[in-house]
């Protein structure tokens, strides 16, 4: 079992790690965890990293990827591996996705704990209270300023991943509100549909080819039934159609009835022409009346102009 735990600081991923890595006997990977022992021990990772964790922001990427690397290719967790606090940005999922790839590993599923941002630091007190109880050494990004800015960098670059692993099919998101019990028990729910979900896959390779086989013989066995039962759907195609076929003629042929309806209407119809008639009629005459007034009167302008030059020509003759 792979998987990775998603959430943002105070959403009981350790908490729910733990439980998980004796559940399913895989090992627990938290990139604080490794992170912390390499400040401790004062390696150039730690040397790295050191202030940067201090402030809340995020170690380079190249870093942490360059640690998750070579610890999934450890023996101890060759079983599975639950990853608590990596990926951590976009550029980190996408690494881890070529590790897996380049050694033919698969994720199981990416966990995320939705918590309300209100309870976060509460329960962040609550721990460094517990710690200091039990004479522990407290983190020192878990004060109220530190948070803040861990808080911010979860949001901007972290939480784009519940979109990177939902988009891949990947994520199972889990109310991180429940009691610490619930909550355990509601990733093993999802969890165990998971690897039944997967166990049913392994098998099925072996049953598709049974399967496919059974399907042949059934597909010649069932040809000749296909075939009469073609001929008896066609059959009952026409049967359906006929009724319509006689009731299209029937209406070709008009009842008294509609004669008497159409015969309204024409006369409807005709009244309204008629106005429409009349006023093209009163046009036309009107139009030839108004062309013969106009020929009359050229007319007499003619026969005026003609008169008038036999006139001037009888006048001028006699000059
Ligand atoms: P948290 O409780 O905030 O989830 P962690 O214990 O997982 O804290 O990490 C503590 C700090 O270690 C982070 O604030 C960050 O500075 C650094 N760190 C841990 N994991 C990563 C990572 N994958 N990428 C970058 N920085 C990381």
């Known amino acids: 079992m792979r998987l990775i735990l998603l959430g943002p600081p105070g959403a009981g991923k350790g908490t729910q790690a733990k439980l998980l890595v004796e559940r399913y006997g895989i ?17 150039p990772v730690g040397l ?3 202030d940067i964790m201090a402030g809340g ?10 640690i998750i690397a070579d610890r999934i290719l450890e023996p101890d967790a060759a079983q599975g591996f639950i990853l608590d606090g990596f990926p951590r940005t976009v550029p980190q999922a996408e690494a881890l996705d070529r590790l897996l790839k380049e050694r033919g590993l698969k994720l199981d599923a990416v966990v995320e704990l939705r918590v309300n941002e209100s309870a976060l630091l509460q329960r962040v007190e609550a721990r460094v209270a517990q710690m200091e109880a ?10 109220p300023e530190v948070l803040s800015k861990r808080l911010a960098a979860y949001r901007a670059q972290t939480e784009p991943l519940v979109h990177y692993y939902s988009e891949r099919r990947a ?12 909550v355990t028990k509601e990733i093993e729910r999802v969890l165990s549909a998971i690897v039944a979900a997967e166990k049913r896959a392994k098998a ?18 069932a040809k000749a039934p296909v075939k009469a039962d073609k001929a ?32 309204k209407a024409a006369s409807r119809n005709t009244a309204k022409k008629g106005g429409k008639k009349a006023v093209k009629k009163a046009a036309k005459v009107a139009n030839k009346a108004a062309r013969k007034a106009g020929s009359t009167a050229k007319k007499a302008a003619k026969k005026h102009a003609k008169s008038r030059s036999k006139t001037v020509k009888r006048l001028t003759k006699r000059r």
């Open 232 to 263: 008896v759907k066609k059959q009952a195609a026409a049967a359906k159609t006929a009724p319509k076929k006689a009731a299209k003629k029937a209406s070709k042929k008009p009842s008294k009835a509609a004669a008497k309806g159409a015969k």
């Open 27 to 43: 090992v627990p990977l938290s990139t604080g965890d490794m992170l912390r022992a390499a400040v401790a021990a004062g390696t």
């Open 171 to 182: 994520l199972l998101t889990i109310d991180g509100m429940m009691t610490i019990d619930e």
């Open 134 to 143: 039990r004479g522990e050494t407290v983190r020192i990004d878990d004060t």
């Open 48 to 50: 790295k990293a050191k």
């Open 57 to 66: 922001g995020l170690v380079p990427d190249e870093v942490v990827v360059g």
């Open 204 to 221: 099925a390779p072996r049953k598709a080819r049974e399967l496919s086989k059974a399907s042949k013989v059934a597909k010649t066995a």
